[in-house]
């Protein structure tokens, strides 16, 4: 059987791939390896179970929630949260296992299932292979008073989710107009009702969820709705999230992008101004800009490059001792308040980061000089002979060393086609392009099938 679990949890099409039945028995298996825990400590097991605003989120958590109570967990369904807000539930309330309904970003008809141990971490590797072999095993069902209970909760896990967030900062947000996308999701109530506790004045777009609206031309996949509310509105910046709000992009007054990078380098500059910034270091991927590197060159800061995904930046914080990190799409970790990426809180502490500094977010996030970049995907090619080629090795040493310090080569195999993406990046668009043009004839003639 192919392996369920992916980068993320549990994903796919809902009521096709992400079934009910699957629910149900993901929910039995995590019981037993999960619930243990809680046994051990000598206390019937527990777990919070979450969702997105999805249609589909409304049968997959009830299945979800009787597997757990079958397997005698007692369960407390706290509705459409952020997945962070779970996260931090998980650790907040001691219990054994989380558990969010959500495929984050993705369109409307999918949806996923993701599983938090203890402390609101995420499931390694052996224990999600211990979960999927444990699907379908037999097992002695409780009875009586042994099943779990399930409570709905009413509306304090929000508002204790709020209080946590606005207590990160320690700067009031008054007199700071915020203009907020919900992408029709998770954060629709706690992401405004954030932002207001903290002192600012909320103008609110996209939080209207109906079950079938989420992610759609919104949030920030799609940050057009948002760059002209702020215009509009008069504000002094923007913030979008995805559908689960583990992602946070910004806009600043003028209507401009700030992305994942320059969010991470204006935080890092903040927290390393402080000597808050953990062994003075920030965790990024291979694809963050290049200019984001230079630019914490500059203000002293070291930084530490992972392949891309939440799960491996997340892995070299663990590793290192360091206390932020995250991608150029959004997806920020800061691990004194979370154990995973919070939109909601990347949006508070940027946004005290301009009220306590007086300074706007167009001039904060200036310091993180983008630099041209160009990707181009080459077809057709043995990607597995991508990285041991000689000749190729070559000319991408070469192709570098004409860039300078202000460039740089990356080729990615793509991990479901036959295909190589060669990005680059320079001083001008213009090397840019002609360095990544120029190195993908080469990867056509040398991993041609």
């Not at 008054?174 to 207001?196: F, K, M």
């Not at 740089?408 to 392009?433: F, H, K, N």
Request: aromatic share 2%.
């Amino acid at each position: 059987m192919a392996r369920l679990f992916g980068t993320d949890g549990v994903r796919g099409l809902a009521n096709r791939d992400v079934t009910a039945e699957l629910a149900l028995d993901l929910s039995v298996a995590a019981a037993h390896i999960l619930g243990s825990q809680g046994e051990f400590a000598g206390h019937r097991p527990r777990a919070v179970v979450g969702r997105d605003s999805r249609a589909s989120g409304e049968f997959l958590s009830a299945a979800v929630s009787a597997g757990l109570a079958s397997a005698g967990v007692d369960v407390v369904n706290v509705g459409v949260l952020p997945t962070p807000a779970v996260a931090y539930l998980t650790a907040a309330l001691g219990v054994d296992i989380g558990v969010v309904l959500s495929a984050s970003h993705n369109p409307m008809p999918d949806n996923g299932i993701k599983f938090l141990a203890r402390g609101g971490n995420k499931l390694d590797d052996e224990l999600e292979k211990a979960i999927e072999a444990r699907i379908g095993e037999g097992w002695e069902r409780p009875l009586g008073a042994e099943v779990g209970r399930i409570r709905t909760d009413t509306g304090t896990a929000g508002e204790q989710y709020v209080q946590h967030l606005v207590g990160t900062i320690d700067v009031p947000l008054a007199g700071l107009r915020i203009a907020v996308d919900c992408a029709n999701g998770a954060a629709s109530e706690v992401g405004p009702a954030a932002l207001r506790a903290a002192g600012a004045d909320v103008v609110v777009i996209n939080a209207s969820p109906d079950g079938r609206n989420i992610n759609e031309k919104c949030g920030s996949t799609h940050p057009e709705q948002l760059q002209a509310a702020v215009v509009a509105s008069g504000a002094d910046l923007g913030v979008a999230f995805d559908g689960d709000a583990d992602r946070c992009l910004a806009v600043d007054a003028h209507g401009v992008l700030v992305d994942g990078d320059q969010i991470m380098g204006v935080l890092a500059v903040a927290l390393h101004e402080a000597g808050a910034l953990a062994h003075d270091t920030l965790v990024t991927t291979v694809m963050s800009n290049l200019g984001l590197r230079l630019a914490m060159r500059d203000a002293g800061v070291r930084t530490v490059e992972t392949a891309v995904g939440d799960r491996y930046v997340l892995e070299a914080m663990r590793a290192g001792g360091f206390g932020l990190g995250g991608e150029q799409s959004g997806h920020i970790i800061l691990a004194e308040h979370a154990t995973t990426g919070d939109g909601v809180l990347t949006a508070l502490q940027l946004a005290a980061r301009v009220a306590s500094t007086g300074r706007p977010l167009d001039q904060l996030a200036g310091i993180v000089r983008r630099l041209p970049q160009t990707l181009v995907n080459v077809p057709d090619v043995d990607k597995g002979r991508a990285s041991s080629d000689g000749p190729l090795a070559d000319a991408v040493r070469a192709a570098e060393a004409g860039l300078g310090e202000t460039g740089r080569v990356l080729l990615r195999p793509s991990g479901t086609e036959a295909l190589v993406r060669v990005m680059v990046e320079a001083a001008t668009q213009a090397d840019a392009d002609r360095v990544a043009h120029s190195l993908a004839d080469v990867v056509r003639a040398r991993l041609s099938l």
